[in-house]
């Protein structure tokens, strides 16, 4: 699979990038200066050579031209940036990774953006692309940091079950990484105004922390609702809703 970066030079995504290829995938490094793509790419490449053959420097569009393809650029560019290449984009597992976040003093606090979240905006931005959000809790330093495991959950939400379980695999394969499927895409913004919370512990606590939530023990397992019937006046029964597809935990242990 190949991998795209809207974004990639910046921390979050250059070192998404490795880690990425260090695991297996093809990336394509985006940026709006394919010149700053390639001085990522160097950069990288002069620190792991070995990822040389995985890791490749282009545009924005080159990078939207991937199987799937991340936004790792500020909050605030991410659904313009997506939209800028909408037609290459559609159909696609779009990752929204961005934080909509502002640091007053001391203090992180989470903004709201349009639609409630940077994911939903993107989505709305794109409607025929399937956006995903994920990522937002890994530092871009643990990413980057390729010979040591990231020992986190990765919280993962989105409306198409089929692009959930992409970007699920893709967690799965970095090494202390555990995916986890969070809900619909609204859940998005609590996910990435959690970050806020995040980033405060860290300062508070002079430390990095990562989400790691106790209790889980199942793997997630993807299932139809039967109808649901609601006694009528009559004496009958009517199905109220039917079809709908949800979540649900199955008895089998998620691989250790
Ligand atoms: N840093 C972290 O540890 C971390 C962790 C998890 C999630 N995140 C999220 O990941 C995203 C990227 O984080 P970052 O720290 O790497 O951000 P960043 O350095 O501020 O930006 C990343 C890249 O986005 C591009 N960019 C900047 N302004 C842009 C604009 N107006 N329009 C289009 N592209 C623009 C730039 O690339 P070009 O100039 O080359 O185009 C830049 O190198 C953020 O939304 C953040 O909330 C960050």
């Known amino acids: 699979m190949r991998i795209g970066i809207l974004g990639g030079t910046g921390p979050a995504g250059s070192a998404l990038a490795a880690r990425l290829a260090s695991i297996g995938y093809d990336v394509v490094i985006g940026s709006r200066s394919k010149y700053r793509a390639m001085e990522t790419c160097d950069g990288l490449i002069a620190k792991w050579p070995d990822l040389a053959a995985r890791l490749e420097a282009g545009d924005n569009p080159a990078a939207c031209s991937c199987d799937l393809i991340v936004i790792a650029t500020p909050w605030d560019s ?104 969070a809900g619909e895409l609204s859940n998005a913004m609590a996910i990435e105004a959690f970050t806020a919370v995040l980033l405060q512990l860290n300062v508070r606590y002079r430390t990095r922390v990562a989400p790691k939530l106790t209790g889980i023990k199942l793997a997630p397992k993807t299932s139809v609702v039967p109808p649901v019937t609601t006694p009528v006046a009559d004496g009958t029964t009517t199905a109220a809703k039917s079809g709908a597809t949800v979540t649900e935990a199955s008895p089998v242990e998620t691989p250790s």
């Not at 909408?86 to 502002?102: D, F, H, I, P, R």
């Open 78 to 181: 991410a659904a313009t940036t997506a939209q800028e290449s909408e037609e290459a984009l559609a159909g696609k597992v779009v990752v929204s990774m961005a934080n909509a976040l502002v640091r007053v003093g001391h203090e992180f606090q989470p903004l709201v953006p349009p639609r409630g979240s940077v994911a939903a905006h993107v989505q709305a931005a794109v409607p025929r692309c399937r956006v995903v959000a994920a990522f937002h809790h890994l530092p871009a330093k643990e990413l980057g940091a390729l010979g040591s495991p990231i020992d986190s959950d990765v919280l993962i939400c989105g409306d198409d079950i089929d692009a959930i379980k992409a970007v699920s695999d893709i967690v799965e394969r970095i090494p202390g990484c555990r995916p986890l499927h």
